[in-house]
């Protein structure tokens, strides 16, 4: 295959809040272009095949989530140690690191596709999920993670890229994936009806055109991560390097979307309804998510970066500058989610009780998301730094903890779909001074390559 060089972004000079624009801009147009294609799921679903299907594909986003967690924070690993290498231009240890990332990605890939489809159904079970709901979610779910490898390398080759500055490549490939999905979900329900089954096998071709188009771009390319698959195996010392911050970040996204698994459970409990109320807007409310946790990312690798080149001072002024754009960011979102939530919502599905569910949420926790996007930020720069455990510490007490002793205390004392709500915002509060409180006084800045401080 003929390789090319390609123009990465270097973030160890030059204008800081530019070069921060510049790498979240792609993240946040590739973050938003996902989360269209998850919209159009539930705009079809919805408007097509039904509420109970609604709530279904919702339910199983949560499942998804947990599942895919642990692989999805191995390749925030294998980004932190590519951008530190890339900083200090290491080569050896670069070929190292991308060749030992991919073998992992194929290894846990497979690894994925037997448990997703092994434990689908005993674990929507033990989620209460209502029988009216039971079948398509778990028609659903079994699709989807046959094509779970698809989505492992796209992510975990984009986590690469993202490494060594280069966001706009991710976004490309994830735009002309997100536009084979909405085209094949119209073409296989509204068309084929085939009902949830179509809405998985779209996004199982749509992952497989993005993990293809991946590979290819990291095997082309001539610079010291280019990728050869004969090469691929697992190198020890790298191997570790990443787990030590791949394993934290990935057993945080466990446990993350563990919690969110039983906050699931506890709106399952209140019918269909509420569970296609909470699907609806979590589809407004990742909009706002995935545009916050680009500036996370962006902060990881800037932080990355400096540190593998030793630029501790630039690092400190890059963590201001970040946090203030990103929080002006999400003040303009969510006056605009405020201003035309009722309209977005109805884009869904028209029916006034399902929509109800989804306008409560939204008032209740629209307000906090300036306290998500500090921790997110703050939590980014400490896996830049190489304080994957910490960052997991910190992120699990405060997402799992208080959400699970809201939820108990919520639930005995005034059980409501509102109580629950509330959890997330709770916890969100409680992340960003726990976080905010370190960034300000903890020695979280040090000299050493992640793995090794």
């Known amino acids: 295959m003929k390789t090319r060089k390609v123009k990465t ?8 809040i530019g070069q921060i624009i510049g790498f979240s801009i792609p993240l946040l147009i590739g973050n938003l272009f996902q989360q269209l294609y998850n919209m159009v799921d539930s705009v079809v679903v919805g408007n097509f095949i039904g509420k109970e299907a609604l709530a279904a594909v919702g339910s199983s986003y949560a499942l998804i989530g947990l599942v895919v967690g642990l692989f999805v924070g191995i390749s925030t690993g294998a980004s932190v140690v590519v951008s530190q290498y890339y900083g200090a231009r290491d080569e050896e240890n670069m070929h190292k690191a991308v060749h030992t990332a991919m073998a992992v990605t194929f290894i846990g890939g497979i690894i994925l596709i037997l ?3 092994l434990l689908a159904n005993p674990v929507l079970t033990l989620m209460g999920t209502p029988k009216e709901v039971m079948g398509e979610a778990s028609t659903y779910l079994r699709i989807f993670f046959l094509g779970s490898l698809f989505a492992a390398i796209y992510n975990m080759g984009s986590g690469i890229l993202r490494g060594v500055g280069d966001s706009r490549r991710p976004l490309y490939y994830l735009c002309l994936s997100s536009v084979v999905n909405i085209v094949l979900d119209l073409l296989f329900v509204v068309v084929f009806s085939m009902g949830v089954a179509g809405v998985a096998w779209a996004t199982i071709i749509a992952q497989a055109v993005s993990a293809v188009f991946i590979l290819r771009a990291m095997m082309g390319d001539k610079d010291i991560y280019r990728l050869e698959l ?14 030590v911050m791949g394993v934290p970040s990935g057993v945080q996204g466990v446990i993350i979307s563990l919690s969110n698994v039983i906050i699931q459970a506890s709106i399952n409990a209140f019918g269909a309804d509420a569970m296609a ?19 996370g990312m962006a902060a990881m690798t800037f932080t990355g970066q400096n540190i593998g ?67 997110e930020v703050l939590s980014g720069v400490f896996r830049g730094a190489g304080k994957s455990i910490l960052s997991m510490v910190m992120l699990i007490v405060n997402m799992v903890g208080v959400r699970l002793l809201w939820i108990t205390i919520a639930g005995a004392i005034a059980p409501s779909f509102r109580m629950v709500i509330i959890g997330f915002g709770v916890s969100w509060f409680t992340a960003a001074l726990t976080t905010g409180c370190y960034a300000w006084k903890g020695k979280w800045l040090n000299s050493g390559i992640a793995g090794e401080s």
């Open 9 to 16: 972004r270097s973030m160890t000079q030059g204008n800081i």
């Open 115 to 117: 448990l997703g489809v």
């Open 230 to 243: 004969k090469k691929i195996r697992i190198y020890g010392d790298v191997f570790r390097k990443i787990m």
């Open 277 to 295: 109320g909470f699907s609806s807007y979590t589809k407004i409310d990742g909009i706002i998510m995935m545009a916050i946790s680009s500036f």
């Open 309 to 375: 080149a030793k630029l501790y001072g630039r690092v400190k002024k890059g963590v201001r500058q970040t946090v203030l754009l990103s929080e002006a960011y999400t003040v303009v979102a969510v006056a605009v989610v405020l201003l035309f939530g009722r309209p977005l919502l109805g884009i869904f599905t028209r029916d006034p009780a399902v929509n109800a569910y989804g306008l409560e949420m939204m008032y209740t926790i629209a307000p906090l998301y300036v306290m998500l996007t500090l921790s």
